[in-house]
């Protein structure tokens, strides 16, 4: 007789795991105890020796499939003497076990809320150990009802007992609830008038959807917008009320047969769709559809994909039941602001934007937005992290002082390092409006409280006028600056676990570079400790500075007056008036408001200006993926040429005259824009092939917004494996600003750790 114990670190708590060692221990006859701890779960258990090994590799083989081991350790002690296996009380301590993210509704609480003879029969707040919300309700913790949004609902004694029975699912399931007991819904007009409760909200609601009305429906982690997607009048209602003229709306399909009709759908596209993350996943849109429903064009105009999720709350399945047909589920708010999640809120954040509200009683404690990922090369790729992924942490090999960082200025979000881990908050988004910042403070102090975190180094942006800068300037504690580009790389290197020597590779719009000019166009060399710029692209002026991230057509002008003493005569005609004309090539002359970019992202908007696909846009990213997608089929290896010029003591450039040229020689023969746009592609691939070749690293970092772009990405990979060399691709974190505060949070590590 022996005694195992072992420790269990992860997402090991709120998931079932300790009902699940009971059973497990009763069925291998062994006695002893399971408890939760500060740290993950401790088990310890009288046996055989052999019995005892076979009961260790069961825990780890069959344990709860939403549960995440992330370290095991085993110690055989003398045997205890312990008679019978029980569940103890948890213990305190520090807090490193890791928050869930909220999961999609299971199969087996699904087929209860379709069960007319079952208690919950269409109970729209269902839950139980393996799936409902965990971040977007959890207050504090360890993880226990009255640290919840919960707290404020008193099981009856039928949840009760299945909450206090190990053989029932909803052993210690925190968020358990029925009709008697839980939370329900109601509908309201625009002024918080209740117009119907509970079953008869939801129905009409759904009646209200089918009838064209704008819904603002209360869901898990805060507001969404939910109209037809079949109605070109209630998406132009929808894009006029909530000023988003042309920016793709996500849908949200009642199930995943009538996706697999109006998209393509890989294995890997219908895995992600269905797991308990339940992400929005970019699709290609099939042209051979005829279901006999429809979607307008305006859902997602202009664009080869939609960006489509699942229903992922019982609320959400019953309502899609109901309208049997795909709807657009947007955030509720407006563009560019965070997503809503308190119904009083609502009314007035929402007003002259929704018809009418269908909410619920059960509080939101952070907001916490749809995630987006895409498939690349069979595996996810996410461009937007928050739900079903935020809090989860990434793991690093080096333990270090506890960091946190506050990220960029677009897609912002927030990351904090406890020990090995770094853990990135949920997607807040841009900081340029007054809610923006108001959940920036919160997500900043939440995360804090919640791992009871006490930072020692703040890290930041270099960026002197970012508003995280700013926030993380002021705070008491010792704060480290780090290069944009240079946190992109970090960030990168944390996600796919890859280490010096190597060369990091950051395009994106723009990030404060150290030498005065605006940089996006990157490319570092990292050696043991010492990060050189090795690279940029070739610079040129932005007339207007930042207004050209708006204004393709600038950064074609500045470009082009590079190259020709009359740069004008290359854009389209009217691309610019020639008032406007004036101006800007006075900007650009006089080095006024003109400043100087190696910015990746501007190369991209001044070739699709100058194929005159837009000269202005709506959103970031617009124009580049606009020249992404008139690649369409088109299939050419053909490429023009470039230059990287070799400059002592300084970076080299990558010159793309040649290639400037070619493009406008082939546009005025009428060559096609989508093989204009390929060879584009392939020769910014050469180029970076060809600096990877004299740098010689045969390991390639690749991060920054541009490589959100799969015909760049899919060609880079590509043609560094053709020449021996690896890429390095995001997985976990967004390639875009999104990523930024996990990067800043290593790079900090890094740099503190060298002095
Ligand atoms: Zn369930
Ligand atoms: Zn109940
Ligand atoms: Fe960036």
Redesign the pocket.
Known sequence: MQRLRLEISGAVQGVGFRPFVYRLAHRYGLAGWVSNTSKGVVIEVDGDTEVLAQFAQAVLNEKPSVSIVQNISSKYLLAAGYSSFKILKSTGGKREAFVLPDLA??G??MLEILDPENRRYRYPFT??T???PRYSIINAIPYDRPQTTMSRFRMCSKCRDEYEDPYD?RFHAQPNACPQCGPHLELWDSEGIILAKRDDALIRASEEILEGKIIAVKGLGGFHLITLASSDEAVRTLRSRKGRKMKPFALMFPSISLVSEFCMLSHGERESLQSPRSPIVLLKKRDDQDSGMCISKLVSPSNPEYGVMLPYTPLHILLMKEIGEPVIATSGNLSDEPICTDEIEALHRLEGIADLLLVHNRPIARHVDDSIVRIFDKKEMILRRARGYAPLPLSMDEKAVSVLATGGHLKNTLALSIGKNVFTSQHIGDLETVQALEAFDEVWSSIEALYNADPEIIAYDMHPDYISSQRARESQIRSIPVQHHIAHIYSCMLDSGVRPPLLGIAWDGTGYGTDGTVWGGEFFHLTGGTVSRIAHLRCFPLPGGEKAAREPRRSALGLLSELFDDPGQHLPSGAIIPAEMAIMKKMISSKLNSPITSSAGRLFDAVASILDLHQTIEFEGQAAMALEHAIGDTETDESYPIEILELAEKPMVIDWAPLIHGIIIDASNGIDTGIISAKFHNTLAEGIAAVARRVGEKKVVLSGGCFQNVYLLKRVVQILEKIGYKAFIHRNLPPNDGGIAPGQVMAALMMNSEK
């Open positions: 509704t299971c087996d609480c839950n139980c393996n799936c409902g699912r």
